[in-house]
């Protein structure tokens, strides 16, 4: 199995710092032909608008929505947002994955950037904690009930699934604890 990365902006290194970590294939998408030969995809953090707008420039956004018909999404921040159903945000142009309305820089500024404790629902991957990192991330507002919220932090939603992707507020590349991209794979797999 091999797991693309967008790699147009954002923290795509660090993503596949983790999947290698966890002996997974993975290549960097830049362009529609780079979809060809991955199983699923990760849309790392990064700033919302400018991936949006590079979506668009490298003629992506209509070919990651129709690979998101078939194969796993998993939108990081920034990457949550573009998945997300809407933003609220007129310069963001949402893939509309996940039936989740997001609200942009909702923890804060850069500098309000913060690691905490969230908890999660307790499965054969996933502990019931896991240590998190914000950075500008989003709130997650309206979640339909076709969502399910895997991950809170003060009993707000920060890590949700539907069928197929998975979408979380923060950062779960950083550190060391992989167990939100074990999560993923799972997935994949089911």
Request: proline share 2%.
């Amino acid at each position: 199995m091999k797991i693309g990365i967008l790699a147009i902006q954002g923290d795509f290194e660090l993503h596949r710092k983790a999947l290698t970590s966890l002996s997974i294939n993975s290549s960097f998408v830049r362009s529609s032909k780079d979809l060809d030969d991955i199983k699923a995809l990760i849309l790392p953090g990064g700033e919302s608008t400018t991936m949006s707008l590079l979506m668009n420039k490298f003629d992506l956004f209509n070919s990651i929505r129709k690979f998101s018909d078939n194969f796993n999404l998993f939108g990081t921040c920034a990457g949550a947002i573009l998945m997300s159903a809407g933003s609220g945000d007129q310069k963001v142009k949402n893939l509309g994955l996940i039936n989740v309305f997001t609200k942009r820089n909702s923890w804060g500024a850069q500098i309000d950037s913060f690691s905490d404790i969230i908890n999660l629902s307790k499965n054969e991957i996933l502990s019931d904690k896991f240590y998190a990192t914000f950075i500008r991330g989003p709130r997650f507002l309206k979640v339909s009930k076709d969502c399910k919220v895997i991950g809170r932090y003060k009993n707000e939603p920060v890590l949700i699934r539907n069928d197929k992707h998975l979408i979380s507020s923060f950062h779960p590349e950083i550190g060391k604890d992989l167990s939100i991209h074990k999560y993923f794979i799972n997935m994949i797999n089911e």
